[in-house]
């Protein structure tokens, strides 16, 4: 009898896991309902609600759904809202996993799903597709015969202004056609760009809604393909003429720095999640076995241990207040002007026309080449730009660029960074702003990131920082920091690392990821030493256990649910930890 009652706890615990793991797939839908010929404009009283789209059923019959959502739960409190929008019916349903089969697609983008976007420059591609994961939207084309394939467009594709395309594979359930209804109203150019034979395309065999799926692994796996760099720059002498060359206009697809609290994985085990079991046992919150896993065990005792805990309940409200007292404060009219560019352009332009710093010319140039290409104007402004900001410095560090040389601007990577090169010894009360990373993510993440030089004040683009966690974690480090006064390059170096694990992340080299793990393990040996001298110290060394390795845990979800595996996440997530904290815990390496 004891047996059993054992095999049946061990299959309680096996369906809890399952059923958790099951949560990380966006396979809840709401269906609205079922219409003849529908129209999207039917349906704008719902489309802040989420991503609407249509599937065709026998008979001209067409249903009308939103979603995925990864829990029934969020799936159900959406067709609650549907509900109170009029639709009398909205009902949640489950996508047939099992049915679906791995494909190969390239990712052009991503989109929040409750917010209207335009189509524009996805419609050169005459296969779109979208998947829907709660808040997002992710934005695809396909479908490839194999990743050999669809690697040989990539380069096709990043040209056509996609920088940040990548390949990867996919569950073909979770995929969703994008045609007229979805596009609300768009049209598609007369002559769509084609990358493939029609002996190579794959048709998509579209699995129905059912009440009875069955779990499935999906994979999701990020397929890495170096980027490459194709910036060529055009160098005449002094005096000498160019040709401009006008070009496409940039594109304006917005990245979102709103970085959604993920689920966390209940069925994977890792070091985080133990080590946050041992400070929970520690605290008597967790009284069940160290096994690693996240599951609901260690989410109530940490729930509770929080609770308990004096100094994380003090730290929550002065992190609040750290965060309303940071708000954005800009030092001049130029730095208000580049902000508000594209907020308020008449504006912004005037005053920047009015001003004669190196920064308002090259953010003048930058906005005449995004709106109407290359031009004269532009070569001018970057030109004067460039002679003006360099005419009393003359900085070492920036290798393979000739500031005494005139350009001709063809191409936005160029451009952009050379603005980066005049912001870094131009005026250091004028902040980069968030918008140039949010419209350009890749070829401004690599001009401001990843061409070394010195730290440039760059304005908190969000992101983790919306993390309720992330806060009380950085108000606890900051707090424990003892110097007087902080290195301000330091912490611009830092948060421009932040922006850039965010927004463009990078998996760790094999060297890099040892160094981040022994900075990791160094920084606890040398906490520990210190809290064991003092009880009040020990106090706010638990506070900074249960925060570091609660966001340790989080972070290595949302990597993961970026299409990231197990290893990559776990760097890039220590990784993300030392960027946030490490300046102001130094003292303890």
């Known amino acids: ?94 996508l047939d996993m099992k049915s679906g089969e791995t494909v190969t697609m390239i990712q052009l983008g991503l989109k929040k ?73 768009e049209k598609r150019a007369l002559i769509p760009l084609v990358f493939r034979d029609d002996s190579e395309r794959k048709t998509l065999t ?29 160098v005449t002498t002094k005096g000498g003429s160019t040709t401009p060359v006008k070009v496409a206009k940039s594109n304006t697809f917005e990245r979102s720095f709103t970085a959604a609290t993920p689920n966390i994985r209940a069925n994977e085990k890792r070091n985080s999640a133990l080590e946050l079991q041992k400070v929970l046992k520690a605290e008597g919150t967790y009284t069940s076995s160290l096994d690693g896993y996240y599951g609901k065990g260690t989410k109530a005792a940490y729930e509770v241990a ?48 009015a001003s004669n710093e190196p920064l308002a010319k090259a953010y003048r140039a930058y906005f005449i080449f995004t709106n109407e290409g290359a031009d004269d104007r532009v070569n001018n402004l970057m030109n004067a730009a460039i002679q003006q900001a360099f005419s009393d410095k003359k900085p070492t560090n920036m290798p393979r660029f000739d500031y005494n040389a005139t350009y001709s601007y063809n191409d936005l990577n160029q451009l952009l960074l050379h603005l980066r090169y005049i912001h870094e010894i131009s005026n250091q009360d004028i902040a980069v702003p968030c918008w140039l990373f949010q419209k350009h993510t890749g070829a401004a993440m690599e001009a401001f990131s990843f061409s070394g030089g010195s730290p440039i004040r760059m304005e908190s683009c969000g992101g983790f920082w919306e993390w309720e966690e992330v806060a009380v974690l950085s108000t606890i480090a900051t707090d424990m920091d003892s110097r007087r006064k902080f290195d301000a390059e330091e912490l611009a170096k830092n948060k421009t690392q932040l922006n850039q694990l965010f927004l463009a992340p990078d ?74 904290v490490g300046y102001h815990l130094q003292r303890f390496i």
């Open 1 to 94: 009898m004891r047996l059993l009652k054992n095999l049946f706890l061990v299959f309680l615990i096996l369906s809890s896991f399952v059923i958790e793991a099951q949560n990380d797939i966006p396979q809840y839908t709401v269906r609205i309902g079922t219409f003849v010929n529908p129209k999207p404009a039917d349906f704008d009283a719902i489309r802040s609600l989420g991503f609407v789209y249509a599937e065709k059923q026998p008979d001209d019959y067409y249903s009308v759904l939103m979603g995925g959502y990864t829990s029934k739960s969020n799936a159900q409190r959406t067709a609650n809202q549907i509900k109170g929008k009029g639709f009398s019916n909205p009902l949640v349903t489950k």
């Open 113 to 185: 799903a409750t917010q209207a976007f335009k189509w524009g420059n996805f419609l050169q591609l005459d296969e779109l597709y979208v998947i829907l994961n709660d808040n997002q939207v992710k934005v695809l084309t396909g479908i490839y015969p194999d990743v050999a394939t669809a690697k040989a467009q990539l380069s096709a594709v990043r040209a056509m202004g996609f920088k940040d395309a990548f390949v990867k594979n996919v569950n073909s359930t979770l995929l969703h056609e994008v045609k007229d209804f979805e596009m609300w109203g």
């Open 206 to 234: 579209r699995p129905t809604s059912t009440e009875i799926p069955e779990p499935f692994d999906d994979p999701q796996d990020r397929i890495e393909t170096p980027i490459q760099k194709e910036t060529i720059e055009t």
């Open 306 to 353: 929080i609770l308990q805990n004096r100094q994380i309940q003090k730290y929550k409200i002065l992190a609040k207040y750290a965060n309303e007292s940071s708000s954005r404060q800009f030092t001049n009219d130029i730095d208000y002007a580049i902000n508000n560019l594209w907020a308020y352009p008449d504006d912004a332009m005037a005053d920047l026309a």
């Open 507 to 580: 998996p760790l080299s094999s060297q890099e990821s040892k160094e981040v793990n022994t900075w990791h393990k160094n920084l606890w040996k040398g906490i520990d030493g210190w809290a064991f001298r003092d009880p009040l110290l020990e106090e706010m060394g638990t506070a900074l256990k249960l925060s570091y390795f609660q966001v340790y845990v989080l972070l290595e979800d949302y990597y993961m649910d970026e299409g990231y595996n197990k290893t990559e996440a776990k760097g890039m997530a220590l990784t993300t930890l030392k960027a946030l």
